[in-house]
């Protein structure tokens, strides 16, 4: 990964590289606020691109009542059943994308304990997650960096 000079005023930080899944940015953004949150004036993304034109899909903790930027959700889809729908809850405008996306192995990824807590968007040519304030935790960062690439080596039949 190396440091790339930003000069969107919405980015802190950015840094690029890549991983086994293909390339990858972590970013520091400052966020616009919203009305009736009190989320934190930053969020930590990390992106790593894939094929997969289909989405984006919001996959997140099933007990979350927003994305977490604050802003409206998509409707809901019935992906998955059994512990998979009762932990996660999956966002899409298209439930056909949606189911495309979600693959079995991509259910099976994102029930490892490694994803707990984490919300992701995929497809669109890229797979995301990003969370309210600045990740500084070097074991914080590789989990949410090991998520991305595994899941977009899974979206790419790279696994």
């Known amino acids: 990964m190396s440091y790339v000079p930003v000069t969107d005023p919405a980015v802190v930080g950015r840094f690029e590289g890549a991983g086994e899944g293909g390339a990858v940015t972590v ?28 989405g984006p899909v919001l996959v997140q903790p099933a007990d979350w009542v927003m994305a977490v930027d604050g802003a409206a959700l998509a409707p809901r889809c019935d992906i998955g059943s059994g512990a998979f729908a009762a932990q996660w809850a999956v966002y899409a405008a298209d439930a056909a994308a949606a189911e495309r996306l979600m693959t079995e192995s991509v259910q099976r990824r994102l029930m490892a304990a490694d994803a707990e807590g984490l919300a992701v968007s995929l497809g669109a040519g890229e797979v995301v997650t990003a969370q309210p304030g600045v990740v500084a935790d070097v074991a914080e960062l590789e989990r949410r960096f090991e998520l991305v690439n595994s899941l977009s080596r899974v979206i790419d039949h790279k696994d």
């Open 27 to 54: 970013e520091v953004l400052r966020l616009a606020r919203r009305a009736l949150t009190d989320l934190p004036p930053v969020m930590t993304r990390i992106r790593c691109a894939v094929n997969a034109k289909d």
